[in-house]
């Protein structure tokens, strides 16, 4: 963790260039064949807000039952400091940082951990720990900790979004469904996939892969100033809220025209940008990151080994894009929902939402449950009506939200 991204990037080249010629030199020569893949276990998982993929698993013998979000933009294995506090879990300090949007922070570690999926233990992990508790209000969900590279390296992974079923295979040869395309993204430990876009004109660059980020499409706010890529832009960019590694940040967000990765295409996607501080995002090497609200739409096999990842329409490829935007971040909090941020000059401003307001329903969904609240807000574009409680008493407050179009 003590090499930098930049780091990273330039022994990737590095490797590939002494690959590309020991394939040259090779040819002809025995070659050693790897055995078929084989099918280890399947399990069910859970979808967020965001496209957010929630699995359940232990580690050790510390809990029968955790929550983790799979993340293929995770350079590790973490879990959460309140779970570790509450399950007394011991850990160990470290000089070792991490980098996430948001901030870099010290972690201390449990090692040589045991993680135990339904009909699979992985073994010989460390895992990082890091505070979640702003995931965990977001979703409406305690997150016990994030699963990434130090499991995804070590297995091929086919997430199904029809059947909500991942399926993990042994690494080998390996047969991809019929159909789709197989990306060959570049890899740190992170995978990093050229994207094509166009705005005021067509762009390439490259992008994490990131199934653990709750979006569509990320763009740094350096690479956006550099490339130009809004300057033709009339409509501008509405400042919105979201949460990070090293807590709440401030992103704007709009649309580009269209986006391309394979032969897919979409159009008017919508774009937070982001003031990258900590160059959590690598610019100039990187442009940011396509998240799994885009992801979602393929039937996804992860082969880390073969440093392919292949992606095939699924039944949600054609979903609509949620257009709405309302500046309103609310928290799951001590069992209600609130009112956590309002941003200036927008709509739920405008209808008279404040910090700390509790939200008792939703339209006519009276749920208390913050995935659903989020769903009617996002994808609503007309009048809202929320019941909320505001210093001990009830009030009715209609909002009507804009379009990012």
Do not use: W
Request: proline share 4%.
């Amino acid at each position: 963790m003590k090499f930098t991204i930049l780091t990273q990037l330039i022994k990737l080249v590095g490797v590939l260039s002494i690959c590309f010629l020991l394939s040259k030199s090779s040819h002809g020569q025995e070659q050693f064949l790897e055995g078929p893949a084989k099918r280890i276990t399947s399990f069910p998982f859970k979808l967020l807000s965001g496209g957010v993929i929630l699995i359940k698993a232990s580690v050790d013998q510390y809990s029968d039952s955790m929550n983790f979000i799979l993340d293929t933009g995770s350079g590790g294995i973490s879990l959460d400091s309140t779970t570790v506090k509450e399950l007394n879990i011991n850990t160990v300090p470290s000089d070792k940082t991490i980098k996430g949007i948001g901030g870099i922070r010290k972690v201390s570690f449990l090692y040589g951990a045991t993680l135990h999926l339904p009909g699979l233990d992985v073994s010989s992990l460390n895992f990082h720990v890091n505070d979640y508790e702003l995931l965990s209000y977001s979703y409406g969900i305690h997150i016990d900790g994030i699963i990434g590279y130090s499991f995804l390296s070590r297995y091929i992974v086919n997430i199904n979004y029809d059947n909500r079923l991942i399926t993990v295979y042994s690494n080998g040869d390996f047969n991809y469904p019929n159909g789709g395309h197989i990306l060959y993204p570049a890899f740190t430990t992170l995978p990093i996939q050229t994207v094509q876009f166009r705005e005021s004109k067509n762009f390439s660059q490259r992008f994490y892969f990131d199934t653990g980020a709750g979006l569509n499409f990320l763009l740094s706010e350096e690479y956006v100033t550099d490339s130009s890529v809004l300057r033709k832009r009339k409509k501008k960019p509405m400042l919105t809220q979201a949460e990070g590694l090293g807590g709440k940040l401030v992103m704007r967000l709009t649309t580009v025209k269209s986006i391309q990765f394979g032969p897919y295409k979409f159009r008017n996607v919508p774009t937070l940008l982001f003031q990258d501080n900590s160059n959590v995002t690598a610019y100039p090497f990187l442009g940011g990151l396509i998240g799994n609200d885009l992801l979602r739409r393929f039937n996804v096999t992860l082969n880390y080994n073969r440093h392919e990842i292949h992606i095939i329409p699924n039944t949600h490829f054609k979903d609509f894009f949620d257009y709405a935007y309302s500046g309103l971040s609310i928290y799951f909090i001590d069992q209600h929902i609130e009112v956590d941020d309002v941003a200036p000059d927008s709509p739920a401003e405008k209808a008279g939402l404040k910090k700390g307001d509790i939200i008792i329903s939703v339209g006519n969904d009276f749920s208390n449950n913050i995935q659903t609240y989020k769903s009617i807000i996002q994808s609503t574009v007309s009048k809202i009506k929320f019941l909320i409680i505001r210093n001990g008493s009830p009030e009715v407050i209609t909002m009507k939200t804009v379009r990012i179009l």
